[in-house]
Structure formats: structure tokens, C-alpha cells
């Protein structure tokens, strides 16, 4: 348990600073300053991409304000630390590429498949129960027929938090000290011989860490009342345009299917992964969701 504390613990910031923060969120900012810097209002692309730009830079400037920030909550309560944003940009720098950015070509880069034209979609997945993938690369052909091909998969790597790391225990952000078998002093090795559990809990994070840990990942998991969901709602201009407002309303019987879809696999008692005693049901990339904490849901746009 504690080695498993230590290798979520790192995983748990390489998540929040790279998948989440860097790849999901901050990735997004310079094409929306440049639409709005170069693109009119009137401009065709402006109005295909204006819906998906929705608060995005609103909640960017409020992360910089209250979590990124020196001594700020992702400092204090995540593995990284003072170097946290310093891990962002080294990983930015090295490995964030604009062409690896969809998802087939992410799943490629990462191993998770490898190209195969008599596949669906062009890919065989390495790991065939591999739930983020099969619906993802469902949700990702939708998007393609709609020519709005989009960054919409990592609102997997939001939505799910609390779900996932809300109980810390499951997944703490940080541990305080080391691995038992590292120097340890006579007296530490004895007492992690006589109680592990005390060393165990001195290992997780503090109250007050898993505490505001909770709290954070509540409100990031967080849905809106007003949240504006991908097939739901067609612009006014594309509203105006018959051949768009029938490719829209294609496209938004296509996110009704994959609703069906996913139900269809989480009921599938083959796939072990997301059906099964103790296992949640994948649904990350169900299009629709409620308002508050539902994990599942595909906004518009990066709102939180």
C-alpha cells in the first residue's frame, strides 16, 4: 500500500499538471487569442469555433489566480511541489506536439494502438478493453463527420476526478515521507514493523491537504447549470444555413446513438473494465450529464 501511495502520488501530478492543466487546458489559449485576434466575428471559422471557446480563458485566469500559483493549492497539496509549473513547461517544451494532439495519433505515440486500415477507425487498440479508447475513438469519428475535430477527450482526464481521487486513500496527491526501506533510523523500522498503518497514514497527505484536495476536485468535476453539451444546441447562424442545420441535426442524432453506445458496453459483462463487482460504469464520454458531480458529460467547450 505505501509503495502504491508513492506511485499514484507521482501519477497524481504528472494528471493535474500535464494531462489536465497543460494538455487540456492551457493548450487551447493561443488559438483562441488568435481567432479573436485575426478572425472577424462574421468570419465562417470564428462562428464554427466561437461555441467552443465558451469561458475558457475566464477559468484559465482563475486557476493562475488560486490553484498554479506560487504556494497555491497544486504546490502545496500535489507531488511536484515548488516545481510543479516548472514540470508543465519541461514536458511542454519536450513533448507536447500540435500532431500528436488527435486522439488516434495520441493513442499511437502512447502505445495504446497501432494503425491498422482494416480496423474501425483506421487503428487496433493493444488493450482491447480499454474503455477511454473504444468510446473516445466513437466520439472522435462523430466529431470528424462534423468537421469539428476538436479536443473534447481529455474533459475525460476532468470530470472524473472526484469520482476517481475524491476518496484520498484511492488516490492520494502527495506522500510525506519515504518508503520505509529508505534509511530508515532503527526506531522508524521498527515502528513501521510493529504498526504499518500509523506509517502508512503519516505517508498519505495531511487532513488538511486531502481536505482541500476534496473540495478542489468537487468543484472541478464540478457541471454547471448552463453548461452547453457538444449536439445540443445549434448556433443561430448555423440555424440560418439549411445544409448546416441538417448536417447539425445529423450530428446531434449521432451523440443520442453514442449515448445508447456506451450504455450498450457498461452492460457488456465481457468488458471487466468498466462492468463488474466494484467497477464503475464508463461513462466519461456520455455527451449529456446533469448539473453537478455525474462523471460523464462532453461540454462545448473547456469551461472548468
Same mark, same amino acid.
Given at each position: 500500500?505505501?509503495?502504491? $501511495?508513492?506511485?499514484?502520488?507521482?501519477?497524481?501530478?504528472?494528471?493535474q499538471?500535464?494531462?489536465?492543466?497543460?494538455r487540456?487546458?492551457? $493548450?487551447?489559449?493561443?488559438? !483562441?487569442?488568435?481567432?479573436n485576434?485575426?478572425?472577424?466575428a462574421?468570419?465562417?471559422?470564428?462562428?464554427?469555433?466561437?461555441?467552443?471557446?465558451? /469561458?475558457?480563458?475566464? !477559468?484559465?485566469?482563475?486557476a493562475?489566480e488560486?490553484?498554479?500559483?506560487?504556494?497555491?493549492?497544486?504546490?502545496?497539496?500535489?507531488?511536484?511541489?515548488?516545481?510543479?509549473?516548472?514540470?508543465?513547461?519541461?514536458?511542454?517544451g519536450?513533448e507536447?506536439?500540435?500532431?500528436?494532439?488527435?486522439?488516434?495519433?495520441?493513442?499511437?505515440?502512447?502505445?495504446?494502438?497501432v494503425?491498422?486500415?482494416?480496423?474501425?477507425?483506421?487503428?487496433?487498440?493493444? !488493450?482491447?478493453?480499454?474503455?477511454?479508447?473504444?468510446d473516445g475513438?466513437?466520439?472522435?469519428?462523430?466529431?470528424?463527420?462534423?468537421?469539428?475535430?476538436?479536443?473534447?477527450?481529455?474533459?475525460a482526464?476532468?470530470?472524473?476526478?472526484?469520482?476517481? $481521487?475524491?476518496?484520498?486513500?484511492?488516490?492520494?496527491?502527495?506522500?510525506?515521507?519515504?518508503?520505509?526501506?529508505?534509511?530508515?533510523?532503527?526506531?522508524?523500522?521498527?515502528?513501521?514493523?510493529?504498526?504499518?498503518?500509523?506509517?502508512?497514514l503519516?505517508?498519505?497527505?495531511?487532513?488538511g491537504?486531502?481536505?482541500?484536495?476534496?473540495?478542489?476536485?468537487?468543484?472541478?468535476?464540478?457541471?454547471?447549470?448552463?453548461?452547453e453539451?457538444l449536439?445540443?444546441?445549434?448556433?443561430?447562424?448555423?440555424?440560418?444555413?439549411?445544409?448546416?442545420?441538417?448536417?447539425?441535426?445529423?450530428?446531434?442524432?449521432?451523440?443520442?446513438?453514442?449515448?445508447?453506445? !456506451?450504455?450498450?458496453? &457498461?452492460?457488456?459483462?465481457?468488458?471487466? &473494465?468498466?462492468?463488474?463487482?466494484?467497477?464503475?460504469? /464508463?461513462?466519461?464520454?456520455?455527451?449529456?450529464?446533469?448539473?453537478?458531480?455525474?462523471?460523464?458529460?462532453?461540454? &462545448?467547450?473547456i469551461?472548468?
Amino acid at each position: 500500500m505505501l509503495a502504491k $501511495a508513492h506511485a499514484l502520488a507521482n501519477d497524481s501530478g504528472y494528471h493535474q499538471l500535464v494531462s489536465h492543466w497543460l494538455r487540456n487546458i492551457v $493548450a487551447p489559449e493561443p488559438y !483562441i487569442i488568435a481567432a479573436n485576434r485575426q478572425l472577424s466575428a462574421m468570419h465562417p471559422i470564428y462562428r464554427l469555433l466561437h461555441p467552443y471557446f465558451r /469561458y475558457t480563458m475566464e !477559468i484559465n485566469a482563475l486557476a493562475r489566480e488560486k490553484l498554479i500559483n506560487a504556494g497555491g493549492i497544486i504546490e502545496s497539496t500535489f507531488s511536484p511541489q515548488k516545481y510543479a509549473i516548472e514540470m508543465s513547461s519541461i514536458v511542454y517544451g519536450l513533448e507536447w506536439r500540435f500532431d500528436h494532439e488527435a486522439l488516434p495519433a495520441d493513442l499511437i505515440s502512447r502505445g495504446m494502438a497501432v494503425e491498422d486500415a482494416s480496423s474501425p477507425h483506421g487503428l487496433k487498440l493493444t !488493450i482491447e478493453d480499454y474503455p477511454y479508447a473504444s468510446d473516445g475513438l466513437e466520439l472522435w469519428s462523430i466529431l470528424k463527420q462534423w468537421d469539428m475535430v476538436t479536443r473534447r477527450m481529455n474533459r475525460a482526464a476532468n470530470f472524473g476526478q472526484y469520482d476517481y $481521487a475524491g476518496y484520498f486513500p484511492n488516490r492520494p496527491t502527495i506522500t510525506r515521507t519515504k518508503m520505509p526501506t529508505e534509511d530508515p533510523t532503527e526506531h522508524e523500522w521498527n515502528h513501521f514493523l510493529e504498526k504499518p498503518e500509523e506509517t502508512l497514514l503519516q505517508c498519505y497527505p495531511s487532513p488538511g491537504q486531502a481536505t482541500t484536495v476534496m473540495m478542489i476536485l468537487d468543484v472541478l468535476s464540478s457541471h454547471s447549470p448552463d453548461e452547453e453539451y457538444l449536439g445540443q444546441k445549434a448556433e443561430s447562424a448555423w440555424e440560418a444555413e439549411p445544409k448546416i442545420k441538417a448536417a447539425y441535426e445529423k450530428f446531434k442524432g449521432r451523440m443520442e446513438e453514442l449515448e445508447g453506445i !456506451i450504455d450498450e458496453r &457498461n452492460a457488456n459483462q465481457d468488458l471487466k &473494465n468498466r462492468n463488474g463487482v466494484g467497477v464503475m460504469p /464508463y461513462e466519461l464520454l456520455k455527451p449529456r450529464s446533469l448539473p453537478g458531480v455525474t462523471a460523464k458529460g462532453v461540454p &462545448n467547450s473547456i469551461s472548468i
